[in-house]
């Protein structure tokens, strides 16, 4: 009265009929067996895999708010944070994007600061009371004083587009 699977086989040569029965319990175990293990590895798989994602997600968000946090500073004029330190820049593509922005940012600065200085130059050279004659290398007039349009009654453009060797 017990429901089971059946199979059987005639090996003629040796006048064997083989019957094999099993009852529906006993032939589903291995399955149940398989479905228990596969539920307890996807259940020990899913926090590794939602913790290999919260990681991943930290790894790529993180530089991408220092970058944030860093342009925010530029904006309000704070240039403490606007250069990123190494230690922060990650090893890959973003890190070069990090790296090229700080290049751009330093040589922003040092040409700012290159521009301010000969301003600053500039400014004193023309209110010295002096005569003050610039020339490059080549001997061009480069600048001239007020002092030297003065004496000469010559303007700095006019100066500076005659060649200097004739002076």
Not at 96 to 115: A, G, H, I, P, Q
Request: proline share 5%.
């Amino acid at each position: 009265g017990i429901p089971v699977f059946g199979a059987s086989i005639i090996v003629k040569e040796m006048g064997w009929i083989i019957i094999t029965e099993m009852d529906f319990k006993e032939a589903f175990v291995p399955v149940h067996r398989l479905q228990n293990v596969t539920l307890l590895g996807i259940g020990m798989l899913i926090p590794v895999i939602l913790f290999i994602t919260w990681m991943l997600s930290i790894r790529f968000t993180r530089p991408v708010m220092r970058l944030i946090q860093a342009d925010s500073a530029i904006i309000k004029g704070d240039q403490t944070l606007a250069i990123i330190p190494d230690h922060e820049i990650p090893s890959n593509e973003l890190g070069d994007v990090m790296r090229s922005r700080n290049e751009m940012l330093t040589s922003l600065k040092e040409m700012k600061m290159l521009v301010q200085s000969q301003e600053r130059y500039r400014f004193l050279v023309e209110n010295i009371p002096d005569v003050v004659w610039i020339t490059d290398r080549n001997g061009n007039t480069k600048f001239i004083s007020p002092q030297v349009e003065k004496i000469y009654g010559y303007t700095q453009h006019e100066i500076c587009e005659t060649d200097s060797s004739l002076w």
